[in-house]
């Protein structure tokens, strides 16, 4: 019996291989193609950070370089603060540093929950647009309904008035 097995597994193997080397890719010359790409890999990679000016949201458009930045550590830049150069030009931020560090989870179709490291209850409304239209900013789904959540409390879920 174990002989008779083994011919018939030889055989099936046989037949598959014949199968697969005759699947029809006809041998070619060479094929001379141009010259590789070369230069520098350009990085279009911006962000987008809803600041204060005058009391109102500001979008502000930053290249932080490297590597994509994850919707988290986007927030943890917009509690860093505004840079010398958005200071100089009146940029504020309502948002506390010590808000962070950020977790943003993507939840149903169109909604995102971010937690804060700071009662979301004690957040100005607008450091909350602030949190709300930068998380907006980051999500290819639009409109996106964002609550933030910390210590116990909830604030939304909110839309970006600006992106509506």
Sequence with gaps: MRIGLARRLLAA?????????????????????????SGAVARTTTITLFLVKNGRLSAVTRRPGGRPLFPGDTLMLLAAGPTPEEQADGLTSDIPPAAGPFSVTAGRAGHVVVTLSAAAGDLSSLAVEQIVCTVAATTPESPVQVTVVGAGQSVGPRSCPRRR
Aim: hydrophobic share 50%.
């Design 13 to 37: 193997g046989l037949v598959a291989l014949v199968a697969v080397a005759g699947c029809g890719v006809r041998p070619s010359g060479v094929i001379i193609g141009g010259d590789p790409p």
